[in-house]
């Protein structure tokens, strides 16, 4: 058996910027092999890890190459797992089911290119239920940040009609047959095993992940004295308009330099 975040391939891919080194990456997860793409900047330095988690399900939001070279841009060595059953990868997405290892175990994976310990997580959409579990299962990240960021699995099968087909065939059923199994992939209910700072970015029109997840996690996170900064911003949707997602990008990326 091989051990979880062993790396079991590595080959390098196209990079669209000159800087920045984009590498595909097979590691092990619970005995399955999962990919995942891995940015670093060229020039030598001693830079932090970021774990990139991503939205969607199976195709839909896939891991993109100029996302993640935008974030190791900011002097982060960045790792972002696809997860399980994702182009190419073993087994099937699960929706922050048993998949929410192959994001634990993407730290173990990061820890080895980078030279300090220091590892924040980031995770968008679907990511922020990645990022949470992943913060909950570990106790060696320094912050947390959840951007559009789902917290409450069953709210999304209610609001996402797109990805009902999906949802139900990956987790067995609706909210109202499976309660159970909608539950146990929703993080709130564990939040206060959480030790490291959260930071939650959240537009309040957001169509696609309501605005209610961010309030949600943010009344939890308070209810049990953790560290949690908000930045709520009216008018903005799920993706933020061009020039303020790269600002927005550019000051999460120093809020998590300064918790370490």
């Given at each position: 058996m091989k051990d979880n975040g062993e790396i079991f391939s590595m080959r390098n891919y196209p990079s669209p910027n000159p800087a920045i080194r984009l590498d595909e990456i097979t590691y092990w997860s619970q005995g399955l092999r999962v990919k995942g793409l891995l940015a670093r900047p060229k020039q030598q330095g001693d830079y932090e890890g970021l774990l990139y988690l991503r939205g969607g399900l199976q195709s839909i939001g896939m891991v993109r190459p100029a996302r993640i070279a935008q974030f190791a841009a900011q002097g982060f060595v960045v790792f972002a797992p696809y997860y399980r059953g994702n182009r190419g990868g073993e087994g099937k997405d699960e929706f922050a089911g048993?998949?929410?290892?192959?994001?634990?175990?993407?730290?173990d994976v990061l820890k080895q290119f980078i030279k300090k310990d220091n590892v924040h997580l980031y995770g968008f959409s679907r990511g922020g239920l990645m990022v949470l579990w992943t913060a909950?299962?570990?106790?060696?990240?320094?912050?947390?940040?959840?951007?559009?960021g789902v917290?409450?699995?069953?709210?999304?099968?209610?609001?996402?009609?797109?990805?009902r087909r999906g949802l139900k065939r990956i987790i067995g059923g609706t909210p109202n047959k499976v309660p159970e199994l909608y539950e146990s992939r929703t993080p709130l209910y564990a939040i206060e095993q959480v030790q490291a700072p959260v930071l939650i970015i959240h537009g309040t029109e957001d169509a696609h992940v309501d605005i209610e997840h961010a309030y949600q996690?943010?009344?939890?996170?308070?209810?049990?004295?953790?560290?949690v900064e908000t930045w709520y911003t009216t008018g903005y949707k799920?993706?933020?308009p061009p020039k303020y997602n790269r600002e927005?990008?550019?000051?999460?990326c120093e809020w998590m330099k300064s918790h370490h």
């Open positions: 048993e998949d929410r290892f192959d994001a634990v175990y993407g730290v909950i299962i570990r106790n060696d990240i320094q912050s947390v940040v959840t951007w559009a917290s409450d699995a069953g709210a999304t099968y209610w609001e996402r009609v797109d990805m996690l943010e009344r939890y996170l308070k209810a049990e004295e953790k560290p799920h993706y933020y927005t990008v550019q000051k999460l």
